[in-house]
């Protein structure tokens, strides 16, 4: 799991960077922040959700890997 969370943190970075380099060069970066903030269903949203889900699935492969090893985590 935590190799997948990298993969999706990484892969949401460069769809961010992607579209903030298509976005800037025939439109206005407001446009690009504005997509973040509208309510309709973007592919900026889409990065949002992949970054989160990449953040759950690195905290869950790390605490995964915990149980596994027998060090389970003393609350």
Known sequence: MYGTGILFIVMATVIALRNLYLYSTQL??????DNY????????????AML????????????????DNGNEAKY
């Open 28 to 33: 206005s970066v407001g446009f690009y922040l």
């Open 37 to 48: 903030t509208s309510n309709s269903v973007t592919n900026e949203k889409f990065v949002i």
């Open 52 to 67: 989160i889900g990449g953040g759950i699935l690195l905290y869950w492969g790390k605490f995964r890997r915990n149980i």
